[in-house]
Structure formats: C-alpha cells, structure tokens
C-alpha cells in the first residue's frame, strides 16, 4: 500500500496487480478493473487518468519498495555474499507473492513505445544495478569477492543471471518454486565470485 495515495486508489491498484497477473498486461483494461472492481469505468477515471497512469502506480510502488530495501542491505552488518543473497531472497519473496510484479517490469517490448513506462522500468533496473555494484565494489575491498573481474561485469553475471531465472519463471507460467531456484543460483555465483585469499 502507498500512503500517498488514497484508500480507493491503493484498491484499484490492488485488483489491477490481480488482473495483470490472470490476464496479463495485455488482457487488463479499464473495462476489466471496471467489472472486476464493481464501479463504473468513469469511477474509475475520477482516481487515475488512464491505463497508463495505473501501470505507472504499480511501478511507482515497486520503487519505492526497492528504494526502501536498498537502505536496509546498505545498513546491514554482514558479508557481501550474505547481502546478494539477501537481495535474491527478497526479490523472489516480492515476486512470488505478487507475481503481477513480473508482468509489468518485464514488458519492455510493449512499453518501448512508451516513455513514461520505460522510464520507470529503467529506473527499477538502474535501482537494481547500483544495489549490486556497491555490493561488489564493498567485496572487492573487502578480498571477499574476486578482483580479477571489473565489478561492471560482476554486477551484469549477478544481476543477468536472476533477471534471467526470474524470466524463465515466468515464461513456464511461474510453474517452478522460484525460491529454491534462487537459492541454487547464488551457491553457483558465490563459488563464480570468490576470492582466492592468499
């Protein structure tokens, strides 16, 4: 829930996150919020502007999720290797939970005509990004984490890889426990990532 915004706007993003997840983005549509909602589509319009401006929330609330979590790995007092795990296992928490979540920021081909949205996927991925290549960089200083490796190129295996697996989630119709997946995926990245200490 956003506190910013109203009851009944937090409702219609709620039931929206809910269709896009059934029908996906495609499949959601003023029309469907209307019937699944139970108000008129102009009583819907009174709270946001369009289709566009929904989608726009959605992701909005995304960000400020991340931002917000970006702070508490920062804050934490633990290994770097301890915080990339950290970042899976939230990610995959968010995702398994709301899977709708997937839909939207993985649309890039149907928002690429669209600033607005593409914006705020760029932003969500930027977010992503520098959260991974501080950890990196903090690993790197630390001989956690090897230094034969530009932590640019780090963060991309770091962070390709869970966009990927998250990816094949959903394209196999979220059918495999991402959790477990993940959890597999960082034991293969912390062993990639080591430091040969000497």
Request: positive net charge; proline residues 1%; contains cysteine.
């Amino acid at each position: 829930m956003n506190a910013t915004l109203s009851d009944r706007q937090n409702q219609i993003l709620a039931i929206s996150v809910g269709i896009i997840h059934t029908s996906g983005i495609q499949g959601f549509t003023i029309k469907s919020l209307s019937n699944a909602i139970g108000f008129t589509e102009a009583a819907i319009y009174r709270h946001f502007k369009s289709k566009n401006e929904i989608l726009c929330a959605i992701l909005d609330m995304f960000i400020l999720k991340l931002k917000k979590f970006a702070l508490t790995v920062k804050g934490s007092q633990i290994s770097s290797f301890e915080k990339i795990k950290m970042v899976y296992d939230k990610l995959s928490s968010v995702f398994t939970e709301k899977p709708a979540y997937v839909s939207v920021i993985f649309a890039e081909e149907i928002f690429k005509n669209n600033a607005s949205l593409s914006k705020k996927v760029g932003k969500i991925l930027e977010l992503n990004n520098n959260a991974f290549k501080e950890i990196i960089e903090d690993g790197q200083k630390n001989n956690e984490i090897t230094k034969d490796i530009e932590s640019e190129e780090l963060t991309l295996v770091v962070m390709g890889a869970f966009r990927l697996l998250v990816k094949n989630w959903k394209m196999r119709d979220f059918s495999f426990e991402l959790k477990a997946k993940a959890d597999k995926l960082y034991l293969s990245i912390e062993t990639l990532l080591k430091s040969e200490r000497k």
